[in-house]
């Protein structure tokens, strides 16, 4: 009590909705014991706590796993069904990609402004309602649009994975990202199975309705899931962020620092290196000075796009951007073309891509290739916090390279399916660390909306990738389309290689000025 009239007395016009703050800065000020969000988290470790957290953001990751691939079966029984060409069929994968461009930015935005919960919470509803009405799709164009409305909500799978970040203490985030990347395997691998159950007897209707259901149980336990406190703080709602540390303390039956928790080592303004009518200066009798933000209000608009390209972070995204976008060409790339170039299929044809038959091999092969990915997983999840970010992604890239450049010639059978698995397996432990440095190279006000905004530009790489590189096998130019995958896979890692910061072991940035 003593603290607030003091703190009023210095600033009589201070709105009741700051003072809190302002007493947590008075208190930093004055010498108190303090603590900031990535004190708190590492004060806890990973426990109990954070496991439920992973399993809610795993389900998530899982859902869109399975409503990705599950397009694999789909559009051929469709295709047959309907009688549909196949420019008609690959139509109903490529309206989810697109209905993704949305909504990997529009999501972005609104949890960054509205909050994670509100961001994940949409996209949960929107992905269930639209994947369990697709399967009572009564034509093609039904179709078409409730598919693409499942993309708008796939297009929020970002948020879940920021969400989860902010809960993860810093010295073993890389390790434990990368375990969160593999629950993106764990859907494929579920969704084959399914398919292999499911469509020789029931058909793709009950595969669309069975796929819904993931994401049906984001809802049903959405009620339990907390708010980053992260995120409150960077928002000035300290003690909501407060409350659930002390769940967790007691959830992981471990002691939080003792103090103050307070957003930063410093509160300052956001951004701006002097006072505006947003802030106000608290001159203490020590003539120390403190700036104090006032909670931001919320917006929605192109403000936090523009913000990514400000001086401070504009080298970052551009390179982001790129390297995202040679991952996904390239990992789509090496999955379409363990098909094209393995098993005898490596000769030219003019047949359509998508014009196949759907019988048991196509899910024996695709429930074996998942596996594929697992070595990839395990690679990345050991060599990512004890090399770095930036090592361990450019050299994945680069042996990726490495194992492609001799199928620029045709090679055997044998020496084919060799190098394609190695090379994915490079490709994906890349693209599982891609998805761990994206959210830390962006302050908590910018985090979803940047990370989102990258993976956008990964899904233009894998649309482009079938129409582009894998057209050129079908075209018989095998040495063209092997040579444009090194290209793209030696620029992607030079790209990380000039990246600014390393962010192994380093706790996470509010703002733009806390990065400095």
Known sequence: METEK???????????????????????????????????????????????VLAYAGMGWISEAAEMMLLSFVGPSVQVQWNLSSHEESLITSVVFVGMLFGVYSWGIVSDNYGRRVGFLFTAIVTSGAGLLSSFAPNYISLLILRFVVGVGLGGGPVLASWFLEFVPAPNRGTWMVIFQAFWTIGTILEASLAWAVMPKLGWRWLLA????????????????????????????????????????????????????????????????????????????????????????????ITSFTKLLSPELIKSTLLLWMTFFGNAFSYYGIVLLTSELSGGNSKCTAEPLLEHSV?????????????????????????????????????LLFISCAFLLPLVVEQNEAITTALLFGARVCISGSFAIIYVYAPEIYPTSLRTTGVGTASSVGRIGGMLCPLVAVALVHGCHQMIALLLFELVLFLSGMAVIFFPLETSGKGLADSVRSMK
């Open 210 to 301: 069975f796929s819904s259901i993931p994401s049906f149980l984001l809802l049903l336990f959405y009620h339990m899931v907390p708010e980053s406190p992260r995120y409150l703080c960077m928002k000035g709602r300290i003690s909501e962020a407060m409350h659930i540390f002390e769940k967790m303390a007691r959830t992981n039956r471990a002691a939080l620092p003792p103090g103050v928790l307070i957003s930063d080592k410093r509160t300052e303004l956001d951004e701006n290196s002097h006072p505006t009518e947003s802030s106000h200066l608290i001159t203490a009798q020590d003539k120390k000075t403190v700036v104090v933000d006032e909670v931001e209000p919320k917006t929605f608009d």
């Open 6 to 52: 003091k703190v009023q007395s210095w600033a009589p016009n201070l709105p009741k909705v700051r003072l809190t703050t302002a007493i947590l800065v008075f208190l930093m000020g004055s010498g108190s014991n303090t603590f900031t969000v990535d004190e708190a988290l590492i004060s806890q470790g990973f426990g109990y706590f954070q496991f439920l």
């Open 359 to 395: 019988g048991s091999s196509l899910y024996k092969n695709v429930f074996i290739s998942s596996f594929a990915e697992v070595p990839g997983l395990l690679l990345s999840a050991t060599i990512v916090d004890r090399f770095g970010r930036k090592l361990s992604m450019s050299a």
